[in-house]
T-cell receptor, first 112, second 112 residues
């Protein structure tokens, strides 16, 4: 069965600092991986997805993620944090024909 | 604009009452999903439907029921058998395998 582990329920950074949110997956088949962002009391918005093409995936709002098969990881990064990046981030893996299994989420806190 | 609507945004019900949450999409997507979100738990799949008049149980289907009579609609009923129904409920849709899921704004259900 496919699963996702997000390390760190909360990550704090200063504005302008590097953002690194960690995601490790377990999958018996080549995975399809997704990162979503959720602002308070809203639905989820797709940041980026990996579907077995390029291992470095660029998404919206300056975020990118690198697929590393040897490490079973798909960490999300952004070179310089902005106050508007404060939100909860979810990593997900395709776990059936079209269903997703989500990690428990990482809350990103950005301080001025 | 194409998208997913969920209504109402906030819902209050007395214990023991059934309640139905609405989800409508105009994206012409074949697949639709219902998730439950609790703090620190990520998203957990309740039910999903890949085609009209067909649906499958997800990981936490007990105490919930759904129908899919129309392509654009996928209502969720929270029954009195659900032991802890207070949560944030999210509806999503997708075009199919490996395609990203698009999320509605969510309904926050509080059972008093």
């Amino acid at each position: 069965a496919q699963s996702v582990t997000q390390l760190g329920s909360h990550v704090s950074v200063s504005e302008g600092a590097l953002v690194l949110l960690r995601c490790n997956y377990s999958s018996s088949v080549p995975p399809y991986l997704f990162w979503y962002v959720q602002y308070p009391n809203q639905g989820l918005q797709l940041l980026l997805k990996y579907t077995s093409a390029a291992t470095l995936v660029k998404g919206i709002n300056g975020f990118e993620a690198e697929f590393k098969k040897s490490e079973t990881s798909f960490h999300l990064t952004k070179p310089s944090a902005h106050m508007s990046d404060a939100a909860e981030y979810f990593c997900a893996v395709l776990s059936g024909y079209s269903t997703l299994t989500f990690g428990k989420g990482t809350m990103l806190l950005v301080s001025p | 604009d194409g998208g997913i609507t969920q209504s109402p945004k906030y819902l209050f019900r007395k214990e023991g009452q059934n309640v139905t949450l609405s989800c409508e999409q105009n994206l012409n997507h074949d697949a639709m999903y219902w998730y439950r979100q609790d703090p620190g738990q990520g998203l957990r799949l309740i039910y999903y439907s890949q085609i009209v008049n067909d649906f499958q149980k997800g990981d936490i289907a007990e105490g919930y029921s759904v129908s899919r009579e129309k392509k654009e609609s996928f209502p969720l009923t929270v029954t009195s058998a659900q032991k802890n129904p207070t949560a944030f409920y999210l509806c999503a849709s997708s075009q199919g395998r490996a395609h990203e899921q698009f999320f509605g704004p969510g309904t926050r259900l509080t059972v008093l």
